[in-house]
Structures are given as C-alpha cells and as structure tokens.
C-alpha cells in the first residue's frame, strides 16, 4: 500500500492531502482488516444496495476521511499532470507557455475534424488525460470503487435518477443512437460502495484555459436544455443526493 500510495500523494498542492493522512489509513488499516475493504470500495453487498440494483435507484453511503483525502490528493495530481502535459503538447501554438484569451477563443480543428474553439480542444483534451491518469491511480488504490463518466437520468419532476449501464451507453453511441443520451449526467468521477449505484462523493473537472487565479463556476445550462433551471453543480446535487466538488489544476479541490 505504501508504495502505491506514495506516488499519489507527493507533491500535491491540495490542503487535504498532507502526509499525515498517509500513515493514518496505513495504521487504521493494519489496526482494523475492515477499514481495508472500506478504502478499496469493497464493501459487502448491503440489502440497501442489492433494492438500488434492483430498482435502479441511486442511495448515498458517506465517504469518510481519510479515505477522502487520498483520493482528492490523486485527483488534484491528475488535474495537474494532465495540464501540464496537454500544454507541453500544443506548445507551439502559443506565444507564451501558456495560452492568452485571444489564443483560448481562436477556431481549430478537434481530433475528429469539427471546428470548435481552442479552449474546447484543450480542456477535452485535458479531461481525457486526466481520466487516463485516474484510472491508473485509482484502480490501484480502489479496485471497483469508483466510476469514470457514468451516466445517470433525473426527472425533476419525480426527484427520480436511475444510473444508465456502461454497456447500454456504448451501445447507444455505436448504434448511432447518443442523442437518446440528451439531458443525462455525467460528472468526470463518481466514489461508491462497489456500484455506481451507491454514490459516496462526486468530482467534476474544471480545466481554466487561458488563466487559473480562481476556482472556475459550474457551467449552465442553455435555454432548451431538459435542466435549464439548474446549473451544473446544483443538479449534479440534486439528483445525485451529495454536494459534488470541482477539482482544478493548481488550485486544488474546492473547499
């Protein structure tokens, strides 16, 4: 544990990550095999979680520090290396290391060939390494204990989400049939007791293009859009039942 862990939390900008909280889950687990389960996501399948599979409704389970200190530390690593790599890969497109306002709003082409703006290519760009990163760090600390982009479906008129399957997404998207996906969530990392279904925190990545002086607001939704009246962060609440955070490179998770 030691070893995987060590890598993970060096280094990292983040207030919750000091290397106390290092030696507090290492004891607590040596102390208690229990606490091991619980920092892995591996948790014994509850009656509560077995009616949320069967149902397909989503129940909130509490994560508790330390276990949350280490994922953030991971996290805010992972938003920091996938900056710091995505501009070292377009560093001939700006005058300086970083990119300026006027270079952020300039039309490019994405990797599939749409036009869009630069500071979408980047911060799709940063996200996808971000994800990479996460995976690989997360997946050692907590095997099956966390969900990259799952997708869920809330009706505000109900209170109702249920979680959509990872296969049921792909399958949609190759059928050519994503538009069915409109008006779903999808935060950038979902915590949980073994299934998406029970939630234990939520993580959305921000990735500022052209300044990083303040943690950046949640986005809103367009006029038309099935969530128009919340903003990303109020829905992500609402229908998840846990106040999700934004993670941002250099500046950390928001407090």
């Known amino acids: ?57 989503v129940v909130v389970r509490a994560l508790e520090d330390p276990a949350r200190g280490l994922i953030e530390a991971i996290l805010v690593e992972c938003a920091d290396l996938a900056r710091s ?19 952020c709003n300039q039309q490019v082409r994405d990797a599939t060939g749409r036009r869009v703006r630069r500071a979408t290519q980047l911060g799709l760009e940063m996200h996808q390494e971000a994800f990479k990163c996460v995976k690989a760090r997360l997946g050692r600390l907590r095997p099956g204990g966390f969900s990259l982009e799952p997708h ?12 959509i399957p990872e296969d049921d997404v792909a399958a949609l998207r190759e059928s050519g049939n994503a538009g069915e996906l409109w008006g779903t ?11 998406p279904f029970q939630i234990q925190a939520v993580y959305d990545f921000k990735f500022p293009c052209s300044h990083l002086d303040g943690m950046p607001e949640w986005d ?3 006029v038309g859009h099935p969530n128009q009246e919340f903003d990303q962060g109020q829905l992500y609440e609402a229908a998840l039942r846990v106040p999700p955070l934004r993670v941002a490179p250099r500046i950390g998770v928001e407090q």
Request: charged share 20%; glycine share 6%.
């Open 220 to 222: 809103s939704y367009s």
């Open 185 to 195: 969530l999808a935060p950038d990392v979902v915590i949980h007791a073994g299934s």
């Open 152 to 163: 869920y479906r809330y009706d505000s008129k109900s209170g109702r989400t249920t979680h």
């Open 85 to 103: 790599e995505v501009l070292l890969r377009h560093r001939q497109d700006f005058a300086a290391p970083s990119p300026t306002r006027e270079e």
């Open 1 to 57: 544990m030691a070893c995987l862990l060590l890598g993970a939390c060096a280094g990292s900008p983040s207030r919750r990550a000091e290397p106390y909280r290092f030696d507090t889950v290492s004891n607590s687990c040596r102390q208690n095999p229990a606490n091991c389960a619980a920092l892995a996501g591996g948790e014994t399948a509850s009656p509560t979680l077995a009616a949320a599979a069967t149902t397909g409704y």
